[in-house]
């Protein structure tokens, strides 16, 4: 009898939540009919971050509920930090604005220099395509074949920026700082398009934090004929593609260190997220998380992803949030080591 009051019990909560969920489905496509959605791509036109940008625009539109027109747009500055203050501060928070950068730029607050006015718990992570892997490498004419090679002879090497935001300033001058790397970083590239026209010109010799999607995609011709050689992984795990090269964690001399080098480098697993704006209704955050899941699944996006050689090892918006909560509970006295570390000469 018991039993079968329970199960009563049930189908009739059952019963009473269905028409609420139906309600937040109609609300949520009502919402987005006829609307625009637009992603934001923190960086230059041609780069990784713009190719995925500009995929997931083709396509998470038909699963979104109401498919709303998606369109693609850049805002550049400061890696991906514009961009990134842009959509906590003053992007409408309906869910129409989504922005993707650097995995770097979450962090900012903590290891940056105060350019990002952000909170980055407050965002609404909808998910990453990739989990990005770095590569620290060199142009064939450097003259240098391993990693190791680095601590008696110095280089040049090419970033963006003008300070330390972005995984193409802060990877060199973090492996300059704690393993003591002979690399002259040379900023003011505008991203690794640019860097990678400076190393065929002779302008710099090297390249640290280089995304392993942007070299099997941009850089794979120069990649497979060995006129870019890898010479460090830069990741929280190895990745097989890139061996022989060591991991950075490999050259870790303490745990300590390996905790600061993973802070710095193992934040790396946030890949390219993407994420919409604080205050962003739940119901629609839901609706935007799970058309960006069956994005990933969807046979007509795998198929382009396929044909522009983009890699694809996503991580949905609660896994990013997640993620990210495991790096801000990092010690004190190795967030301040790893702020010291990633700070550029004056």
């Given at each position: 009898m018991l039993r079968t009051l329970l199960r009563r019990f049930a189908l009739l909560s059952l019963v009473q939540a269905m028409?609420?969920?139906?309600?937040?489905?109609?609300?949520?496509?009502?919402?987005?009919?006829?609307r625009n959605i637009n992603i934001v791509a923190g960086h230059e036109v041609g780069t990784g971050f713009d190719f995925y940008g500009r995929a997931l625009a083709r396509h998470i539109g038909r699963h979104i509920p109401g498919n709303p027109t998606v369109v693609s747009q850049n805002m550049v500055g400061a890696v991906g930090i514009v961009a990134a203050n842009w959509l906590y501060n003053l992007a409408p928070?309906?869910?129409?604005?989504?922005v993707i950068f650097a995995h770097t730029v979450p962090l900012e607050p903590i290891l940056g220099q105060?350019?990002?006015?952000?909170?980055?718990?407050?965002?609404?992570w909808i998910g990453n395509m990739d989990e990005s892997v770095g590569v620290c490498g060199v142009w064939h004419t450097a003259g240098v074949n391993a990693f190791a090679e680095l601590q008696n002879r110095e280089i040049l090497v090419g970033a963006s920026g003008s300070?330390?935001?972005?995984?193409l300033s802060v990877s060199p001058i973090a492996l300059k700082n704690i393993l003591g790397a002979r690399l002259k970083v040379i900023q003011g590239y505008k991203g690794s398009t640019e860097i990678k026209l400076a190393l065929a010109r002779g302008e710099v010799q090297g390249i640290c934090g280089l995304p392993l999607s942007t070299l099997k995609a941009e850089w794979k011709d120069h990649w497979e004929k060995r006129e870019f050689i890898p010479l460090l992984q830069l990741s929280r795990t190895p990745h097989t593609d890139l061996a022989p090269a060591p991991h950075i964690f490999d050259l870790a001399r303490n745990a300590d260190e390996r905790q600061v080098l993973d802070l710095i480098f193992g934040v790396q697993a946030m890949g390219r997220p993407f994420a919409a704006a604080p205050g962003t209704p739940p119901e629609r955050t839901a609706a935007l998380r799970s058309a960006f899941m069956a994005t990933m699944r969807d046979p007509a996006f795998l198929a382009e992803a396929t044909k522009i050689n983009l890699d694809l090892k996503p991580l949905s918006g609660e896994q990013l949030a997640t993620l990210l909560e495991q790096f801000l509970a990092a010690p004190p006295a190795i967030v301040e080591r790893a702020r010291a570390a990633i700070k550029p000469a004056p």
């Open positions: 028409p609420l969920a139906y309600a937040q489905a109609d609300e949520v496509a009502d919402f987005y009919r006829g928070k309906d869910g129409t604005s989504i105060g350019a990002g006015k952000f909170d980055p718990r407050r965002f609404n300070g330390a935001a972005g995984p």
